[in-house]
């Protein structure tokens, strides 16, 4: 029998939303418990929090289901002082509503079932069966820097995304408000922001406000008519080590895109174009070894497509999540409106001596 996932749809969102409330917690304290994983990527106990809280929620309601996540609690077992920051901040988030928290299933025991939750985020991934996917702190750089960042959680079922939800605390939640990073100058002031943008397979994209309790109403989105390139904005990582900012400029320029770059962290990225306050999403390789994440693109992907996009990579193939934890066959992203994704695509294939 076909489903709905509409139970799989609100306990994400739930879950996204209660997660975003504690890395809010992080986001506005000065000292974020950093530390640098084995690759020398950060990591922050809003990171371990925020995946403890997904994974708790998701283990009460879809006991049998994997899960993917990128945070392991090796770190933690040998770290009481971390260990210890992120049980408080855990088990002092809860959401308003108490039936919405209630769905969540309860409080986690202890610190020792904390970490153990951190851990059930171990699976291989691949191609068959239900597998959650969580990337708990998008961005972590953008979070660290005042940035956007995302919390992000996606369904795969036989290896195709089902669900998809990103929780963006730092965007505006306006729909119609204009592309930009900036999150203004005074980081305190929440005034008009947070945006839970969520996607089932077949049945559109949607965005409403992030709150502190049960779901307000959702609102369709779709992405924007393109019919001129040379008004189209275009968005791409902060960081250079991520996406090739040269090539970007260089296919902008070919297609007769005049707005400079939006500069973003995140799949923030993909919920933007999702809504059409920008248009197209480029993500070229910065070197030939790098395997991109499911984590960082199976929710987005979900939205942009239901919302009348496409996302591709730079070979044109569709993102394959069914090959393990990372998009071993798949080279870079390329998202936009599917009236002009082959437009786009061919010159980023022209540009990257890819034909
Ligand atoms: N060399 C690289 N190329 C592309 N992506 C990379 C990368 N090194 C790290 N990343 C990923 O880029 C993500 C952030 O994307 P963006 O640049 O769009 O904000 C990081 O997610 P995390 O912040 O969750 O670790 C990380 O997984
Ligand atoms: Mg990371
Ligand atoms: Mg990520
Ligand atoms: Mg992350």
Redesign the pocket.
């Known amino acids: 029998m076909a489903s709905n996932y509409l139970k799989e749809l609100e306990v994400a969102l739930l879950a996204v939303q209660r997660a975003v409330r504690l890395t809010k917690r992080v986001f506005h304290e000065k000292a974020k418990g950093t530390v640098s994983k084995d ?1 020398k ?3 922050t106990i809003g ?1 371990f929090g925020a995946q403890a809280l997904i994974i708790s929620a998701l283990k009460a309601n879809f006991p049998h289901d994997e899960i993917v996540a ?1 945070e392991e609690p090796a770190q933690l077992r040998e770290d009481a002082a971390l260990r210890d920051q992120i049980w408080e901040l855990v088990r002092n988030t809860k959401l308003d509503d108490a039936a919405a928290e209630g769905l969540l299933g309860g409080s986690i025991p202890d610190v020792d079932a904390m970490l153990d939750l951190i851990d059930k985020g171990n699976s291989k991934g691949g191609p068959r069966g239900r597998i959650w996917t969580i ?9 660290l820097r005042g940035g ?2 995302a919390v ?1 959680l996606a369904l795969l079922e036989d290896g195709q995304v089902k669900v998809g939800v990103l929780g963006c605390p730092n965007l505006p939640v306006d729909d119609s408000a204009p592309l930009t990073a900036d999150i203004g100058a005074n980081q305190s002031d929440d005034e008009g922001r947070g945006v839970l943008f969520s996607a089932v397979e077949g049945q559109g994209a949607m965005s409403r406000p992030l709150g502190t309790g049960g779901l307000s109403e959702g609102k369709t989105i779709s992405m924007k008519p393109i019919t001129n390139m040379s008004d189209a904005s275009f968005c ?4 250079a ?3 090739n900012q040269s090539e970007s400029a260089q296919i902008a320029q070919k297609l007769g895109i005049t707005n400079p770059s939006v500069r ?6 993909y919920g933007s174009i999702a809504r059409g306050a920008g248009d197209i999403y480029l ?1 070229l ?3 030939k070894t ?1 395997q ?2 499911i ?2 693109h199976a929710a987005g992907d979900l939205i942009v497509r239901e919302a009348g996009g496409q996302v591709t990579d730079t070979k044109g193939a569709r993102l394959d999540f069914s090959v393990g934890r990372t998009l071993a066959s798949n080279s870079g992203v390329v998202a936009a409106p599917a009236v002009v994704h082959g437009q786009v695509l061919d010159v980023v294939q022209q540009v990257l001596g890819l034909k």
């Open positions: 690759d990527s950060p990591v990171d990128e990337d708990p702190i998008d961005g972590t750089k953008g979070f956007q960042y992000c791409e990582s902060v960081e080590g991520h996406s973003m962290d995140s799949q923030a990225k993500r390789p910065t070197s790098y991109e994440k984590w960082d």
